[in-house]
């Protein structure tokens, strides 16, 4: 058995009973990132790989946007959990053949990301590889005494909302792969994310009871809030905007874009579930609520989206 | 200009001015780890990558091997700033006809390695890759109150020492390199190394000035820490042991076996300065001192190896 035959999930689950359990765990594996005790402080911690060919492509993506994307994608992480990222750690596996320029561009596109959040890079390791660049990024951060928000706590009666777009970097995947440069926005937003970092900490602020960031699809990971919490979520897509040139694109394309406001990943938005009588502010806004049962529904239909299988 | 044709050294001079700083830096970037302040604690951090055929090759090493490995040189890291390696997260990148078998393996080997410390694996990340299997690990551990001993601090009449062993791993990776599997302690040794982790703590609770692990040769590592901190460091290699074993696979390669444990990496032995009245416990062994000047001396000659460098 092969691991693109048995799948993420069946993959996940042999793995899983294997991992040695860390004394300092407070949120171990399985949620957006791990909780870990540290000093009586909490320190986040969270990693994800990128392969060239597959998480992002030298044709398509500058060094710059790599790198922003890849610091993005894991200071959504951190934020997702109610965290603030203080410091990266960058693993890069480059061809003896890259480029210097290359490499010197994807850190300041780092630098770029890290900037609003005031993380930094604190360590790394630079390799050779014989095929492609792989990039590991791992994100640390702190909780400043707020309490971490896992998948695990919504509640029948909570309220689901979102902070971010989503939508627009499967908008703009579609555009590319069909060979167009433009619409610029939604091109762009597939090179890297806009993620709504203080919009996490201010959730777990506010009480959310559940909280992840939207990596595989909107669908997709409300459904993993749902089936971590044991509930049902309930939404209505007529919140979510559909853009002119989210719309015209699809016109060109022949899609219905609301498929990519619901399947659509990498915008990194973060979706939350919150006790029903708290007043949401700016950028959080309400897509549905939580009630007893199983699944995820939009607009009153059960949504059977499986998500992104990263080995299939 | 490619990273090829610019070395590990310059391009780490590119990469360093360009990475933003954390605010929660107390050691950053270009030691063994960083250490981060982190609630009134400070957590240690490191990332090492492993590339199938440049860092492990299938034919050579089995997948618990190389779990053992992955797991062991970044906990060594955590080791040689005198921290405990509690927790690491894993990025692993494979091809889709990776056997899950091999997984399983490569988990139990990080489990084997993770026990005697205590550390737990608290996050990861598994994505497809098209050639090749690609390892990022990354350890956290606890200073627990002691001071980190980065390699900058050994003072002239500092006492130079070691605790564990040197040249096995070179030894190993001769002989499997004409082919052969024995002697197997020397193989083993090559497959995954040996470290005294608790000699770290140790040595910084003994008010250690400076330290590293020995991964790209005795010589080369004791350079870096002459280096670091402005000093001449003089070793005699009489008290480095050749094996039996080691001299009579030497001989039947034909090599000078004290070459393997000058220049040999891999073996994460622990080196540290320590002031010269303190009495040293076990392992750690004398093997020469700190004085006036630069560069290293073994028995009174200079040594001019430059160490291993990733990308030449």
Chains 1, 2 share one sequence.
Not at 197 to 223: I, K, N, Q
Request: with cysteine; proline share 6%; charged share 20%.
């Amino acid at each position: 058995m092969t691991v693109s035959e048995i799948g993420e999930p069946g993959l996940l689950e042999r793995v899983f009973p294997r991992l040695p359990e860390s004394r300092a765990t407070v949120v171990g594996p399985g949620d957006d990132a791990a909780v870990l005790a540290v000093g009586g402080g909490r320190v986040v911690a969270t990693t994800d790989v990128l392969v060239e060919g597959r998480h992002f492509r030298q044709d398509w993506s500058s060094p710059r946007d790599v790198g922003r994307k890849a610091a993005a994608q894991n200071l959504a992480d951190v934020a997702a959990m109610g965290g603030v990222g203080t410091a990266l750690l960058i693993g890069l596996a480059l061809p003896g053949d890259t480029e210097l320029a290359w490499v010197e561009a994807f850190y300041d596109g780092v630098r770029e990301e890290c900037g609003p959040v005031g993380a930094g890079v604190v360590g790394g390791d630079l390799v050779r590889s014989e095929h492609g660049i792989t990039i590991a990024v791992t994100a640390l951060g702190s909780m400043d005494g707020r309490e971490p928000v896992t998948r695990g706590g919504a509640k029948p009666g909570d309220v689901v909302a979102i902070a971010g777009r989503v939508g627009w970097s499967a908008a703009g995947l579609a555009v590319l792969s069909r060979g167009f440069r433009t619409p610029r926005a939604l091109v762009d937003a597939h090179r890297f994310p806009s993620v709504p970092y203080a919009a996490g900490p201010v959730a777990a602020e506010l009480g959310a009871t559940a909280m992840t960031d939207v990596s595989d699809g909107l669908v997709a990971d409300l459904r993993s809030i749902a089936v971590a919490s044991g509930v049902s979520i309930e939404i209505t897509s007529d919140v979510l905007e559909v853009t002119p040139q989210m719309r015209d694109a699809a016109a060109a394309l022949g899609v219905d874009p609301v498929r990519w406001l619901l399947d659509g990943g990498e915008d990194h938005a973060l979706i939350a579930t919150f006790p029903g009588k708290i007043e949401l502010p700016e950028p959080w806004l309400t897509l549905g609520r939580v009630v007893r049962g199983r699944g995820v529904y939009v607009n009153g239909q059960p949504s059977d989206d499986q998500g992104f299988d990263h080995f299939r």
